[in-house]
């Protein structure tokens, strides 16, 4: 461990539930060392572009949201192919990458998955969910998702916002109930 990457795991250890640290000037090496010295199932999200690291302390309203917004894609997804981990340098992007924006907005991460070629985004406020294409090498607002073309900006929101006052379980009823009516 660097001094330098014992300083961010301490500043780390300080940042409140949907806080968010951004550094700019951060050596690739520094950021291989902290993800290195945090270890696998750290509870902090961090990203990395061109030498700006942002470190997210994920609010509980934030993983709510995340959580639902998984479970949804799961009821409408047949099967979910999926793996413990992804290399980027010989496995596919993900064909969707989704972001929660309740504590921060995400858009200086737009570049990161457009540089990865990531073929859609799906954000949600805390408000109103948006889906996002990536055309060229950026994104752009699209009504429906490319890849599940019943789940629709309308859709996420009016369930994401059911679950504020219903809670998750049965907004999953709900939905399941709305989808088989999709048939």
Avoid at 9 to 38: F, M, R, S
Avoid at 73 to 100: F, K, N
Avoid at 121 to 145: F, Q
Avoid at 173 to 178: N, Q, T
Wanted: aromatic share 8%; glycine share 6%.
């Amino acid at each position: 461990m660097t001094t330098q990457t014992a300083n961010y795991l301490e500043a780390i250890g300080h940042l409140p539930a949907g806080g968010t640290l951004i550094l700019t000037d951060v050596p690739w090496k520094d950021y291989e060392q902290l993800l290195h010295d945090l270890g696998e199932g750290y509870a902090v999200r961090i990203s990395y572009d061109q030498g700006r690291l942002e470190i997210m302390s994920p609010s509980h309203k934030h993983e709510n949201f995340k959580e639902l917004i998984s479970r949804l894609a799961h009821v409408i997804a047949a099967r979910i192919i999926g793996r413990e981990s992804i290399d980027l340098r010989t496995d596919p992007p993900p064909d969707v990458v989704v972001e929660i924006d309740v504590s921060h907005d995400s858009t200086s991460k737009l570049a990161i998955y457009a540089g990865m070629r990531v073929p859609e985004l799906w954000r949600y406020d805390g408000k109103r969910a948006r889906l996002y294409s990536l055309m060229a090498d950026a994104y752009v607002e699209i009504p429906s998702s490319q890849f599940l073309p019943i789940v629709s900006c309308d859709l996420l929101t009016r369930f994401l916002e059911q679950s504020k006052t219903q809670g998750q379980s049965a907004t999953l009823r709900s939905f399941r109930e709305w989808l088989r009516g999709q048939r």
